[in-house]
């Protein structure tokens, strides 16, 4: 299967009869999520004002990469009020470094700058290199590491079982 040149995926904005492929997708993205975790999520971005997913769209119709933005009242590391947000994005691995992603982002950012924002904020695990490396890639500052600890206080609950 020959990689589709980045030019022909189309970026729109998530629809409901996206659910099956963006829920693959975001799997992918997060495995510690259930099905269900995914799916009040999506319906999330799908129904409210201040969050919306964008989609890249391979010309045989199925699904590259995704992106969930929301407008946040503040934001780490920003310094205006309100802020978009970078949720989560994610493309796949036989379109990646094509620039899928950079366009994901771009469509977010402009539906950010619409609803009045002036910055754009988002965040990544501190190991997770290559999440820095496409941030740095598309523009982003890092601004701040942040690590967070935890001690309990009494006994952990028990683990529900799988």
Not at 58 to 74: D, W
Not at 120 to 134: F, H, K, Q, W
């Amino acid at each position: 299967m020959t990689k589709p040149h980045p030019s022909a995926l189309r970026i729109r904005r998530a629809g409901a009869s996206d659910r099956r492929e963006w829920m693959r997708m975001r799997a992918a993205l997060w495995s510690g999520y259930t099905p269900g975790d995914h799916r009040n999520e999506m319906n999330e971005y799908l129904r409210e004002k201040s969050a919306v997913a964008f989609v890249a769209q391979r010309p045989n119709g199925r699904l590259a990469g995704f992106v969930e933005a929301t407008i946040r009242p503040h934001a780490d590391a920003c310094d205006t009020s309100p802020v978009g947000y970078v949720e989560g994005w994610y493309v796949d691995p036989d379109v990646r470094l094509g620039g899928t992603g950079r366009r994901l982002v771009r469509a977010a950012e402009r539906w950010a700058r619409e609803r009045g924002c002036l910055e754009m904020g988002s965040d990544c695990l501190v190991e997770n290199e290559g999440s820095l490396r496409a941030h740095l890639s598309i523009g982003y500052e890092e601004r701040e590491r942040l690590i967070h600890f935890r001690r309990w206080l009494a006994r952990p609950p028990a683990r529900p079982r799988a």
